[in-house]
């Protein structure tokens, strides 16, 4: 093997076994000139949260006869949003000392609905009425 290549080689294993102990944490200790390096654990900070507590705020979408599936349910004050399903039932998980909370509620054809909701009073019911339709403006006169 020729010089070059036996240099390279020990190169690239010095990278390697280098990133190895980098990756476990052990580094040389090089803070004093003339001593031999020491291979050094670091101490390594874990931050444990603790889990938060939630309580699941949950309701249903109607139109006073049927389920209104799709139907988008926004609560004001944290932006937390979700669509209905199948079955126009909707929930958020939310912090129990949450108290009441706005939402806005939409659905395509219907007017759009503010209410409160309540996590004491929870499985609401919201009925949504059908937006009236409005036609173009007719002038009366007619041309071709």
Same mark, same amino acid.
């Given at each position: 093997?020729?010089?070059?290549?036996?240099?390279?080689?020990?190169?690239?294993?010095? *990278?390697?076994?280098?990133?190895?102990?980098? @990756?476990?944490?052990?580094?040389?200790?090089s803070? =004093?000139? *003339?001593?031999? +390096?020491?291979?050094?654990?670091? @101490? =390594? !900070?874990?931050?444990? !949260?603790?889990? $938060?507590?939630?309580?699941?705020?949950?309701?249903?979408?109607?139109? *006073?006869?049927?389920?209104?599936?799709?139907?988008?349910?926004?609560?004001? @004050?944290?932006?937390?949003m979700?669509?209905?399903?199948?079955?126009?039932e909707f929930?958020?998980?939310? +912090?129990?000392?949450?108290g009441?909370?706005?939402?806005?509620?939409?659905? !395509? *054809?219907?007017t759009?609905?503010? $209410?409160?909701?309540?996590?004491?009073?929870n499985?609401?019911? $919201?009925?949504l009425?059908k937006?009236?339709a409005?036609?173009?403006?007719r002038s009366?006169?007619?041309?071709?």
């Open positions: 093997m020729s010089l070059f290549r036996q240099l390279l080689a020990v190169i690239l294993l010095s *990278g390697l076994f280098a990133s190895a102990a980098q @990756a476990r944490g052990i580094v040389a200790d803070s =004093k000139v *003339g001593t031999p +390096l020491v291979a050094t654990r670091t @101490a =390594k !900070a874990v931050a444990v !949260a603790s889990p $938060v507590k939630t309580i699941k705020l949950s309701g249903k979408i109607v139109d *006073g006869v049927r389920a209104l599936p799709g139907a988008v349910v926004v609560l004001t @004050a944290t932006h937390q979700t669509v209905t399903n199948a079955a126009g929930s958020f998980d939310v +912090l129990p000392q949450a009441p909370l706005q939402a806005n509620i939409s659905y !395509a *054809g219907y759009e609905a503010e $209410v409160t909701l309540s996590t004491k009073f499985e609401a019911t $919201v009925a009425l937006t009236r409005t036609g173009p403006a009366g006169r007619h041309t071709k």
